[in-house]
Structures are given as C-alpha cells and as structure tokens.
C-alpha cells in the first residue's frame, strides 16, 4: 500500500512526509485490519510531524481520525466482524493494569499507545486497530464528515466536560477549528450561551451559523469589559490565549486547555487573574466512556462537521494550511485513491 510516512520530523513547509510503498499491516492477536475511507487531520498530527511531540520509533504513518471498515479479523475477535464501520482514535491501547486504568481514568495510563504516534495511523490504506479500542460508527452519513468527530470532537467533548459550569451560563471558544466547531455547536445544542474568539473572521461567520450567540474578532481592538464567561475551552496552541480566556472568565470558571502541546503561558497575575476559584486545567486525551457517550450525543443532536476532502498525497499541504490556519472547519484526507 502507499501510505505517507514520517522519518525525520521537520517543518512542514519542507514536506516530512514521504509517500512510500510499505506492506499492508497483518492484524494480531485480538486485532482488527480496517480499509480507511478517511482520516481527519489534526493538529495533533502537526505536532508529530515537526517534532514538538518527540519521535518515540524510526518512522511512523501519522492520523488518529480513522474512518473505515473491518476488512480482516485477528485470531481472537468476537465483537467486530467484517464490513461494520468503524474509527480507530488517538487512544490505541493502556495498560488496564494500573491505578488509573481501574479507576476510570484509562486517558492517564502511563502506559497508552497512541494511533499514529507510537503506532502506524491512518495516512493510509490500511491501518491496525485493538478490538476493544475501535469504535463502532453508524453506517448511516459519510466517511469523512465521522472523521473529526475521532480526536477533534473528542477532546472538545472531554474539554467541554471540565468547563462546564454547573450552573448554566456562557462558555467561550478561543481558537475556531475543526475541534471547537464541533464542542461549540454540542455546547450550543445542549442549552448553553456560546461565544467564539478567534483571529480569523471567516471562522467567525462559521461559528455563528453553528450556533454561536456572540463572536468576538480577538486581532481589533476591545474596550476593557467585566468578564462574562462562566467557563472556557483554549484550542489555540500559544500559552497567551490561556491568559485571554482568563481575562474573560468570571469567579468560580473553569479555562480547560484542550491542546496535547501549548507553548508557555505567561505569568498570571494571580489577584486579578485566578484569585476567585478560577481554574486552569489540562485535558489528556479521552476514556472510552468518553468516546461512547460523545458519538452518542453526536448521533442524537445532529452534530455536523464541517469538511474539506483532500487526496492522502496532499497530507503535508493540508498540514501547512493547518498550521497556518487556512481553513475552516476540519481537514480530512481521502485514503481509498491509492489502495493497491
Ligand atoms: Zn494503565
Ligand atoms: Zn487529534
């Protein structure tokens, strides 16, 4: 199969993917081989390809918002059976040992395994994927609007979960991609006030036709307002917009970051900033309770992704628009073209 693989992380501007013919994966042990319709690209993806996430093996084939159907079964597998969609997510495996993975905090093992990061992903025809970590996906919509509902509306879900007031209220989205496009319009959807910052107008405009009640362009200049908001989601990568949201957090709000790398946020004027009950806290991935009850949801509220399809050869253009933030809504790559 010819799948895009990374050998040496770099900027992506000086394209680290190669693609390359490499052997159709052989599914273990309790371990299903799925033919990929398509894989979402996130910037997850973006921090393994340039190395802010450091390589933890030679070479690795990116993606973790896998949408395609079981092909082959592994000795072993009686849950899944050939031709049921499914996606295979950033969470590839724990330990199921440890004191986290018994108390239902499997998304802090220290033991996880990652979709392509630590195990070949879905820049692809095929990938490889643990029985009991694939998800099953309705056979109803299209491959590629399920793709970011894998990482991008998973992390949202789970961010959303941490600043969620228990009271109601207003929830600002700093940084409109693909994840906040979809947690805004669940948050919208499930009664809450939403407003999105961003730098870019056209996510603006995407926001409020998913149901943002209020937009704020974050680049024009702002009068000083008493806070508003009764909880915060940061998408955005930089340390400075934690500093942001706080800015517009009122008592007792929760700032939940929900990006895997965040450069460093700068110091926080503690009686002005976080005294009150505010909170800052870090969203690591997500259990696979918190995977069932988001596709749940998704299904049941109608959640729509906003797509655009590229072909798998283009991953690092799609990257670059990533990093570059031309692009509204989600990035998903079309990996059946080059199946062999
Ligand atoms: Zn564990
Ligand atoms: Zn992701």
Known sequence: MRAMVLHRPGPVENRPLWPEEVPVPEPKENEVLVRIDTCGVCRTDLHVVEGDLPPVR??????????????????????????????????????????YCLTGRENLCSEKTFTGYSENGGYAPFVVGKESYVLKLPAEGDAASWAPMLCAGLIGYRALKTAMPRFGGRIGFFGFGGSAHLTLQLAAKLGFDTVAYSRTAAHLALARSLGAAESVLTTEPRTPMEPTLDGAIVFAPAGSVVIDALREVRKGATVAIAGIHVSPIPSI????????????ASVEANTRA????????????????????????????????????????????DCRASAT
């Open 269 to 280: 004027d503690y009686d002005r900033l976080l005294f009150g009950e505010r909170r800052i």
């Open 58 to 99: 030679p070479s690795v084939i990116p993606g973790h918002e896998i949408v395609g159907t079981v092909a082959r079964l592994g000795p072993g597998v009686r849950t899944l059976s050939v031709g049921d969609r499914v996606g295979v997510p950033w969470l590839h495996s724990t330990c199921g040992r440890c004191e």
């Open 290 to 333: 918190d995977a069932r009850e988001f596709l749940d949801l998704a299904v049941r509220l109608h959640l729509q992704s906003t797509v655009e399809v590229r072909p798998l050869e283009d991953a690092n253009e799609a990257l670059a628009d990533l990093k570059s933030g031309r692009v509204d809504g989600a990035l998903v790559l």
